[in-house]
Structure formats: C-alpha cells, structure tokens
C-alpha cells in the first residue's frame, strides 16, 4: 500500500513528461527539414519520409500497446518506450544519410507510440474515475504546449544552434522519465490473454493506409485517383477487422466497449472537433509566412498566446464542468473555437499582429477545455477489463485526428488555389471553412445526456466536504 501511494505521488508527472515529449516532437522537426536536407544533400521534398515514417510506426503500433502492458506490466513497457525513443533520438542526430535518419525514426516510433499510451493506462488503473478528471487535465497541459512550441524551438535551434539538437533535447527528458518511472510507476497487469495477430494486421495495416491517403490527398504528391484507392484500401481493411473481432474470443480492440455511450460519442467528437483545431499550428505560420510575408521565428512566436491560454484554462476547466456540465460545455466550446478559427479569415498584413494576440489566447483557452473535457468523459465509464482497450483506442484516434486535421486544412487550402485571388484570400477561405466544420462538430456532443460525466465531480466535490 505504502508503495502505491508514493507511485501514484510522481505518476501524473511522468505521465506529462511522455505526452510532451511525444507532442514536441510530432512539431519540431517540420521547421528543420530543410536544414537537415542541406546537411544530407538531399532535396527538401525528400525529407518528408522522415516524417511520415515516424506517423506510420505510431499509428500501427499504438493498438499494440494495450496488450503489452496487460501482459508484462506498465512500468517495464513504460520503461522500455521511453528508452527505445531516447535512444532512436541519439541515433537520429548521428545519422549520416538520409536512410540512417528514416530507419531510426522508426525506432523513435515503436517508442512514441507506447509511451503516452501505457502512461495513460497507469493513470487509469492507478487512480478512481472520480479523480480522473484533475489528473488528465494537469496531464494534458503539456500535450497542448509541445506542438505550439515545437515550430518555435525548432526555428531556434536552427537558428542559432544546428539541426541534431531537435534530436539532442530528448535525451536529458528521456534519462530523466526512466528514471522516474523506476521509481514511481505502477507496474500493473492484467490476466494473460492471447494476442490477436490477424486483428493486428487488418487493425494497423488499415490505420496506417487510411492515414496515409488522407496526408496523399494533402500533400497532391501522387494522383488522386492512388490517394483515393489507398484511402479506400485502409477503410476496407478496417471493415474486415470489425468483422473478425466479431468472431475473436479476445480481439485486439474489443467492440463491445463501443456500446459505452460516452466512448463512442468521445471518439467521435475527438475525430470530428480535432479536424480544426489541428489545422491551427499548420495554417497559422504558414499565412503568416507564406501570406504576410513574416519570418519563421516571428510566425512561431505568434503561437504562444495560444500555449499561454491553455495554461491558465487548466485552473478553470473543473468549475466550468461544475457549472455546465459535460454537454453544455463540449457543445458549447465546439462553437467558439469553430467561431475563432473562422475569425481568422478577417486577418490582414495590414491590420498587425497585435490584433491576432487576443483571438490566439481565447483559442487556447477553448482548446484546453475542450481537450481535458473530451479525454476524460471518453474513459470514464469504462470498466477495468476494456479500460486497456479504450485507452488504446483513444490514443489511436488522437494520433489519427492530429494528421487528418493537418492533411484536410492542407487539401481545402490546395482545393481553394484553383480559383483566383491572391494567396492570402486562399487562406482566408481556408479559415472560414475550417471554422464551419469545427462549429458543426459540436453537434456530435449532443449525443451526450445532461447528466452523463456527473459522478466525475460530484463524488470529488463529496470527498472535499467530508475533509
């Protein structure tokens, strides 16, 4: 007993740490590729490889996650994460060549995508739904900031320092994860069960051809016609898998959870809200940029109001829960980040940064909310025996929405660029229709009932009486 208490005092730390160092480095690499392709010798275009080869490795293996900490405990898969992408990162700032760099972001990416997850499942296991809500949300602050700060620490490295150091900064935060996660994590697992090796493969081989023709329609690289057929091909694959876990005494993401309202309804808000708020750190330097005619570092430093906002909302997310309730609130913030992006179509070179300051903050304010109400209302009412599997599911979809909110603001922006006017007008339409979708997403909240998310408060709030 003694010994879980004094591992649960420093999990919600390490917890933050992975969910950083993931979110950091989804970001900081974009602004150094062409630094690291002057270096390599090779085209700026040819880099992006070691950007999608680090994606693919998370969003196939992330389901995998789950059963590895069920069968041989959290603190040993935590550990072994942490060291496989800290090690991966070193390797990265020594690679020589272009090939050297791929191959090692991929071990960066076996580590990425167990960290957060199996920190994520500790948390689940380790604390009761009713203080769920606080923990995620002091867990969640560093996930919002790392990709805000990633272009920015990215240019400055650049900058002034060179491009192995956005490898380099890993390994003090992953030395120092491991060894707080040996001294603090749980180790906890479940009773064996079989894994799932053809639910596996439909499962990530779907993913990753779903999330790699989203980014093809992006990015107009390869015919749309070959997008189309890999985005088709992912789907189908996906669709196969529901049929085997149908049939699977223990499928590697089990369906009934999905029966669960406020998961299924999370998971769909999640896919759906995320579409314009992650289009935000990919839109917003690139019109300031590419439209205004502003530098990398200015258009990075134009991020952090945003950062700032989500800060300061962490103090406020559980009152605001109190007073409205998880309906009220996820229905309602929908609509006002989806308001704030399309307000961004009002932005001129004329009209200053200054004006962008306050808009900027609001939104990290509405993101933060949004995110630790969203995060927590999707596994509350899971039950120990799919707590493992959803949380997997949910980290799935996260890793999935980020990408799909990039590659389909990157797809509106192209589609825009066929009619005339000037560049800025392209991403001033591109805002507005990113801002229509996020508005209308926050009717999938309505699926929620008044009361569902309820118990998460109020049984903390008894508790505070009680003392």
């Known amino acids: 007993m003694i010994k879980s208490a004094r591992s649960m005092a420093g999990l919600p730390w390490i917890a933050a740490m992975a969910f950083f160092m993931q979110a950091l480095d989804a970001t900081i690499l974009n602004t150094a590729l062409p630094a690291i392709a002057l270096s ?63 191959v090692f972001r991929i071990v960066q990416g076996v580590g990425g995508a167990m960290m957060m997850p199996v920190a994520r499942l500790a948390l689940l296991r380790a604390y009761p739904r009713s203080e769920l809500l606080p923990v995620l949300n002091f867990v969640t602050m560093p996930g919002l900031v790392g990709p805000v700060l990633g272009p920015l620490l990215g240019g400055v490295l650049v900058t002034w320092a060179t491009w192995h150091w956005i490898f380099l900064i890993n390994i003090p935060m992953g030395i120092l994860g491991i060894v707080y996660a040996r001294k603090y994590m749980p180790d906890f697992t479940t009773p064996r069960r079989r894994f799932d090796v053809l639910g596996f493969i439909l499962f990530g081989i779907g993913l990753v051809l779903l999330s790699s023709g989203i980014e093809l329609f992006g990015e107009k690289i390869v015919a749309t016609s070959l997008a189309l057929a890999v985005t088709c091909g992912g789907i189908l694959l996906l669709l196969l898998y529901i049929v085997h876990a149908r049939r699977h005494p223990t499928p590697l993401i089990p369906l009934p959870m999905f029966k669960t309202r406020t998961f299924s309804v999370g998971i769909l808000g999640n896919i759906a809200s995320r579409l314009g708020t992650g289009s935000i750190p990919f839109l917003m330097p690139l019109m300031l940029q590419v439209g205004f005619g502003y530098s990398a570092i200015l258009a990075g430093c134009m991020m952090a109001p945003t950062a700032l906002g989500s800060i300061l909302a962490k103090s406020t997310v559980t009152q605001v829960l109190r007073w409205f309730g998880y309906r009220k609130t996820l229905t309602g913030i929908s609509v006002i980040i989806g308001v704030l992006v399309a307000s961004f179509s009002l932005q001129t070179p004329a009209a200053g940064l200054a004006i962008l300051l306050l808009p900027l903050f609001v939104l990290g304010m509405a993101m933060s909310t949004q995110f630790t109400a969203m995060n927590t209302i999707t596994l509350a009412d899971l039950n120990d025996s799919n707590a493992s599997s959803g949380n997997s599911m949910l980290a799935v979809t996260q890793q999935l929405a980020i990408s799909f909110g990039v590659a389909v603001s990157a797809a509106v922006l192209r589609f825009y660029e066929n009619f005339d006017g000037t560049t800025v007008d392209h991403f001033h339409a591109t805002f507005l229709t990113m801002g229509i979708v996020t508005v209308f997403s926050g009717l999938v909240f309505m699926l929620l009932k008044p009361g569902d998310g309820r118990h998460l408060i109020s049984n903390r709030e008894k508790r505070k009486k009680g003392a």
């Open 40 to 102: 390599l010798n090779r085209s700026p275009l040819a880099m992006q490889s070691a950007v999608i080869s680090y994606t693919l490795t998370v969003a196939m293996l992330i389901p995998v996650s789950g059963w590895l900490a069920d069968r041989f405990g959290t603190r040993k898969v935590f550990i072994t994460a942490v060291s496989l992408f800290t090690l991966g990162s070193l390797a990265c700032a020594l690679s020589a060549n272009l090939t050297m760099l791929v």
